[in-house]
């Protein structure tokens, strides 16, 4: 275990000479488990993507096994040994399960029958049921994580990089993931792990090295953190009455019924849904993957279409509505959130005031005839300095920007559209702890101004943090309602279970 793999001595990459990491000394030791936090902007994910190829390093010096070395493509970093998991996948969405995890390792003739077969026993190897012959582009974001993890341990490294690796897991899919990495450190395979769950981070970690404004803050063992440690040392200050730190005393009082469901339908996931969602509140909605929140949600807001025949019904403010594409319903006041920034959320390659000039536009199914420069400039600072997005300049793309600032331009994409009814699905998913204090602050405040506001989130620490009502979905429907004052985690987790 003292022996050093991989290490990085004065690390430095600059980016128009703003630098992402400055000075940053890491060791890696054989067969341990290494992870990574801070908050978002930190550095973490630059760090990690010079050691695994896919950016350089301005100054300083990458060992590995005590050779220099400074691989400039992951190609490059895969021949010496180090792979990576990306936050965001790297599929070839056209492509089988099977066609991805063999990827760039074809033999000049190759059986299609051969490789699934292959692909079957190996997945099966790791405990993920995912089959071999499904084409990537149709899984879901879990799916899409498991076979990135596979194809990383396919290639036999010696080194795995994992950036947010559990964000899209589900807890048993967590544990086999947990139970999947301690097998590799048993194989003598050395791991770096990015997590912004910080229990996560404790339970898994050898040790624990703490980044914060792309400088290496303190690097110890695992045992001696705690959570209040790690957070102090993340973001300079005491976050622990602040962030999923104080129980409720007090609730909202509900005001005018906004949205009403009734006997909703959207075979297989929303099976005879009932709801009510009220301005001036924040209405929380839990439960376990399947139970058809997100689905839910999307039908309200024009993304998904209910059944034809017996499909229920949608009351906006007591009127029937059915959006069957989500222009009118961002017209008729409603925003929604998306959970998958990365696919629905943004243009990737648009500066963050375009991104948000766009949000605007969407009011505007049939377009506007003029389109201001000069308004999409101060929309874009307006919003950017409302949610605190850090980046070197609103001309900065929004795929260079850290994944809380992304949430953040996605927000506020949704925002300037003065909506009423604003629906967050899993709004602080792979965010880091100081961005989660400011989401959460900015989520209360639409509250405070008398807007509806529901909650879609896997965490109930945060349900219960942020809630006025909780509704708790199984099978396709809501099955209990807490007052925030009565609700309890193991409440809600025996209402989702049983």
């Given amino acids: 275990m003292s022996e050093v793999i991989l290490s990085l001595d004065n690390a430095t990459k600059l980016y128009a000479g703003v630098p992402a990491i400055e000075g940053v000394d890491f060791e890696l030791r054989r067969g341990e488990i290494h992870a990574l936090v801070g908050e978002n902007g930190a550095g973490k994910s630059t760090l990690t993507k010079v050691m695994a190829g896919v950016v350089s390093l301005t100054s300083g010096v990458m060992k590995i096994d005590g050779a220099i070395v400074s691989p400039r493509t992951p190609l490059e970093a895969r021949q010496l040994g180090v792979g990576m998991v990306f936050q965001e996948n790297s599929l070839v969405p056209t492509m089988t399960v099977a066609q991805n995890l063999f990827l760039g390792q074809e033999k000049f003739y190759n059986r299609l029958r051969g490789i699934y077969i292959a692909a079957q026993q190996f997945l099966q190897s790791l405990n993920f049921d995912v089959p071999p012959t499904a084409i990537v582009g149709g899984l879901g974001a879990a799916k899409k994580q498991m076979v990135e993890i596979a194809r990383a341990v396919l290639n036999r490294a010696k080194i795995i990089i994992f950036d947010e690796p559990t964000a899209t897991l589900t807890p048993e899919e967590k544990k086999y993931f947990f139970d999947l990495v301690r097998d590799l450190k048993q194989r003598g395979v050395s791991i770096v792990f990015i997590s912004h769950a910080l229990e996560e981070a404790l339970q898994l970690a050898d040790r624990i090295s703490v980044l914060r404004d792309g400088k290496k803050v303190v690097t110890d063992d695992a045992d001696k953190f705690d959570r209040a440690r790690i957070v102090q040392a993340m973001v300079g200050r005491d976050l622990s009455n602040t962030l999923y730190g104080v129980r409720k005393t007090s609730v909202r009082r509900a005001g005018e019924r ?208 942020l809630s006025d009502r909780i509704l708790v979905t199984r099978q396709g429907k809501v099955v209990e309602e807490f007052s925030a004052l009565e609700a309890t985690e193991e409440k809600i987790m025996y209402a989702a279970i049983h």
Avoid at 305 to 321: M, S
Avoid at 378 to 396: F, P
Wanted: hydrophobic share 45%; net charge positive; proline share 4%.
């Fill in 258 to 465: 906004i949205l009403t469901i009734q006997n909703l339908k959207m075979a297989p996931m929303v099976r005879n849904n009932s709801l009510s969602v009220f301005a001036g509140q924040i209405t929380g909605v839990f439960g376990l993957v399947g139970a058809g929140r997100t689905e839910t949600f999307k039908v309200v807001a024009g993304v998904l279409k209910r059944d034809f025949f017996h499909g229920g019904e949608i009351l906006l403010r007591d009127k029937p509505v059915r959006y069957r594409v989500p222009g009118p319903a961002v017209k008729a006041g409603i925003a929604y959130v998306t959970e998958d920034r990365k696919i629905e959320g943004f243009f990737e390659t648009f500066s963050i005031a375009r991104n948000i000039y766009l949000g605007l536009l969407a009011k505007y199914p049939r377009g506007r005839a003029l389109l201001s420069a000069r308004e999409q400039a101060e929309a874009g600072k307006a919003w950017g300095d409302q949610l605190k997005v850090r980046a070197i300049g609103q001309s900065a793309k929004v795929v260079e920007l850290s994944g809380g600032n992304q949430q953040k331009v996605v927000i506020a994409k949704s925002l300037i559209q003065s909506p009423d009814l604003i629906i967050f699905d899993e709004p602080t998913r792979g965010v880091d702890v100081g961005a989660i204090v400011e989401i959460h602050e900015h989520i209360n405040r639409l509250a405070d101004e008398g807007k509806a506001v529901v909650v879609i989130s896997s965490y109930l620490p945060e349900v219960l943090a």
